[in-house]
């Protein structure tokens, strides 16, 4: 069985966008790109964090992974997929 993520990266994806849902829940929205916004940087710290808790490199093993790929860089790209919508309103 191959296993696509590990346990930090899952614990990181649902933290970062947990928080995200509870703070866009809490002022009432439902946007997207918000949530991408929110989410997405609270991504990259936690990765770096926990990267640099267990003293690991930016694409070592050390931190979270989500389909073979770090933790941090899922954040940017939602970060800037979250920027692209919220300028162009998709």
Request: glycine letters at 18%.
């Amino acid at each position: 069985m191959v296993l696509v993520f590990n346990v930090f990266g899952l614990a990181m994806f649902l933290a970062g966008f947990g928080a995200a849902a509870g703070v866009l829940n809490a002022f009432g929205s439902s946007n997207d790109a918000l949530g991408m916004l929110i989410g997405g940087p609270l991504l990259v710290v936690l990765d770096f964090y926990v990267r640099r808790w267990r003293r690991a490199s930016l694409f070592g093993r050390g931190g979270g992974a989500l389909f073979w790929l770090p933790v941090w860089l899922w954040g940017i790209g939602w970060t800037v997929l979250g920027t692209f919508q919220l300028i162009h309103g998709h």
